[in-house]
């Protein structure tokens, strides 16, 4: 490129030369290659363009194409455009150079490893993921999923493909009021399900939008992720201590300002246990008398293993609990959906913080999920599931029991992790040689409620359901190698 | 009825006496009974409504039955509640007669009737849907869909069905990046762009979560939508005055302590043209003096009938441009996604408010949408979908040349909807005329900023896109008639 006509005003003509790529609109492409010009600097404001005949001479192309793309560009704010005065640059100040393309990028591309996530210092990339959390994404049922969705996308009526219900699609809703209440003893109608994208969409609702208002009393541990999305809506929480019959309901009476409690009654997350059926009555007593509200986050209750599944407690009174639910440990969490089972005086405000039109859940995906449960896919694929986290819940206790005796897994009974309980002081420690070894995983601390009072265990949080199954073996393998009673160094 | 508790906010109980009509829906009586409480002023704002058990047992109904009348008034906007204080009928002035085609349940099943859409009053049901905002849903390309889901589900590595990058999908993003520099003149690559479930979602992140700080100069006419969801994020909006060359620009400098615009350049939404070069260009110049970013909405660029389109603002200024696009308009609202385009330094950030998952967007549509794009089906419906609207366009011209003249549609080159302007003082009845003939559609005065201090032209806003081919006819002919020159009484 000639230099020569950079920052001079008055050089025009068959100095412009543009480098057009082969192929696709020629307008498109000569208006294209002059925003670059202007960006790169190579044309600076003010600079006269040659007039749109020469250009097109030059480039062998229409006239009307280039006075096109010249007009185009005047449309657009690049070229200014004066009779006797041709068409300029226009006058502005200097484009930044470069425009950015280069900083910024790679910061929070990590993805998944993120804040409440804790792993080994300095250690080697990760090869084992025993992080709690997510399903195994190879298990995904894709020929099933794509069957339901030529079926319901078929199936549905034109105003489906139109503003969306922010209660959620018909066919959902009804097909979960059936699936729930036969799975987990949930008593509702498809009236009072509010359909949204999973928990943390949930939350935002109640909280952000002040359906319910704080402080909302929640387990001692928990998600840390909730916990900050709760406090970012101003809502403070407030902790309840665990003990062996899950979380100290009683504690309630002592937080007279308390209206709502959150609460994981299947299988307390990460501890493990389920709630005490003497405490599920309680609490629902007490939201009764207080005018309070349970919030129940049953988020893998169709994973229990060695029984039948506890069963929700808002089937103990469905005008005091709120059950929440999604598919994304019974599915996967990319198909972006969840439930809210909603008291019914309660509907009205989810509704309105809502919006008038849904704004958030994929309607595509709600109606192929509508097809995948009233199928009986669903059932399928949770059942083969169990069986597939079961398996490896036996190896996982089959290969401690051999390698590292010392360690007890506990709240194994349901769920996609257990959680390996340790000598008092040696958590941080058996993070990091799990680390040095390539395995990410969390220690209880991570979960920890800041304001939690309790007396703080020490243990591991291994969840078994994230490798493909090829990959599962050694992840095993690396752990118990990591624990050894030697200790892992 | 006893007026003894009119106007007294803290009567309750047994005071609310309803007359219930025998047969039909109890539900639906309640409701009624409700509605017309409030309508005549017997129920002012603020009143505290019994508690649902208290008004079931008055009635001699299931506790459920009251309780999802309140539920359904507080979605139509009647009452509001909040735990903690009852249930309280709306606080506001008067509720327009009739919201809303009467009958609840329909109400919020149809969605698109909430705030900010005013209706004839006291009209026969909605027969013609001339409301703006939605793409013919009957035209929505259900094999193409199909086949780029089968195509991208069935390609995607097992690593998309496990936790979700809150970018967006990759292969998405590189998508857009190309889509968009070619049909919108947009300059970025994929590492700028963020995933959403669309602008609602996109001003939530922004605004919401602080990303960005208000006060946000807005267009004087607009969807109340957003501002309302501005306002409820804690971000007050400040109107700018709109002329032939749409929004006024140099207001800005009399602003000084806004540091951000909204604005939809391509189509001012609703007045419908385009903002000036010489406007586009300044906005720009603004941003970049005042360290400011434009908020470009680009919510129906693809649609542009007798040129060539207007491209983004976006490429004259990356770094102070943030350029917003959704599949809403083009393709479906049933397909809940949206893109940001963002300055560089603004990526960290949005990310942050987003958190650490992809918890909104469904992956499965990511990917089905990245196929679609690549494979050229999406430019194909676009093209086939632009010929209709244009049809559609020139039919409503035609028509009212020939039966209405005196009504001169503004706002036509582009878009999903015209402007009727019409003589002062005339919108509300030519609204209500409409009403009587089933025909839903606004005034202009439904779309005014409320501090708004530009002058109020009278106009109708007529969207010809939500009905199918068949159904768009009939609507004109009725359309036509409410408007002929006589006066549709």
Redesign the interface.
């Known amino acids: 490129m000639p230099e020569s006509w950079v920052n001079s005003a008055e050089r025009t003509g068959s100095d412009l030369h543009l480098e057009l790529p082969a192929g ?1 609109s020629r ?2 492409a000569v ?2 290659a002059l ?1 670059d010009a202007v ?1 790169s600097g190579r044309l600076t404001p003010g600079t006269r363009l040659p007039p749109y005949r020469s250009l097109a001479a030059d480039l062998g192309l229409a006239r009307n194409t280039v006075a ?1 793309a010249y ?8 070229l ?1 455009a004066r009779q006797g005065s041709g068409t300029r640059v ?1 006058g ?2 200097a ?2 150079a470069g ?3 280069t ?7 990590a ?7 804790t792993m080994g210092e300095a250690g080697p990339p990760v090869r084992h993921d025993l992080r709690q ?2 399903p195994d ?2 298990s ?1 049922p ?1 020929t099933a ?2 069957a339901s ?2 079926r319901a ?2 199936a549905a009526p ?10 959620g699609r ?1 066919e959902l809703r009804t097909a979960l009021a059936a699936y729930l209440a036969r799975a987990r003893g949930v008593h509702t109608s498809p ?1 009072h399900i509010v359909i949204c ?2 928990f ?2 949930a939350l935002r609702l109640l909280f ?6 704080g402080p909302l009393a929640v387990e001692s541990y928990g998600l840390g ?1 909730h916990r900050s ?1 709760l406090e ?1 809506a101003g809502t403070p929480t407030v902790p309840l201590a665990l003990d062996q019959d899950g979380a100290r309901t009683e504690e309630l009476a002592d937080r007279p300002g308390v ?2 409690v959150l609460l994981t009654p299947a299988h307390q997350f990460p501890t493990g246990g389920p709630l005490h059926a003497r405490r599920r009555a309680a609490v629902v007593d007490w939201a009764r008398a207080r ?1 309070a ?1 349970v919030l129940e986050d049953d988020y893998d209750g169709e994973f229990r293993y060695d029984r039948e599944p506890v069963g929700a407690v808002q089937g103990l009174d469905p ?1 005091h609990v709120l059950y929440c639910g999604s598919v994304s440990k019974s599915l ?6 969840g439930w809210m089972v909603l ?7 989810v ?2 913080a809502k ?11 709600q109606l192929t999920l509508a097809d995948f449960i009233a199928s009986g896919a669903y059932d399928r694929h949770v059942r083969r599931m169990r069986q597939r986290y079961r398996r490896r819940r036996d190896r996982l206790v089959t290969a401690l029991a051999a390698h590292a005796p010392h360690l007890v897994p506990t709240g194994i009974a349901a769920g996609l992790h257990a959680v390996l309980r340790l000598p008092p002081g040696t958590e941080a420690s058996a993070v990091r040689a799990a680390g040095r070894r390539g395995i990410a995983l969390d220690g209880l601390a991570a979960f920890r409620h800041p304001a939690a009072t309790m007396p703080a265990p020490d243990g591991l949080v291994v969840g078994y359901a ?1 490798p ?1 199954d090829h990959a599962y073996g050694p992840a095993l393998e690396a752990l118990c190698a990591a624990l050894r009673p030697a200790g892992g160094r």
């Not at 007009?71 to 690049?78: C, F, Q, Y």
């Not at 993805?111 to 996530?117: K, V």
């Not at 008291?343 to 405000?349: R, Y």
């Open positions: 696709g307008r498109a208006s294209a925003r960006r096109d007009a185009e560009l005047v449309a657009e704010g690049w200014t226009a502005r100040a484009v930044p425009t950015a393309r900083t910024g990028a790679a910061t929070a591309a993805g998944p490893a993120g804040p409440g996530r959390g997510s994404a190879s995904f894709r999923w794509l969705a030529r996308l078929n034109h105003s489906a493909y139109g503003p969306g219900d922010p209660r018909i009236e994208s999973g943390a969409h952000g939008d002040r359906v319910l208002r992720f999305l970012a209206r709502a005018g509200l005008d996967s969490p990319a198909v972006r959906l008291p019914p005086h309660l509907v009205g405000a509704l309105a919006g008038e039109r849904e704004a958030w859940a994929s309607v595509l995906d994230t493909p």
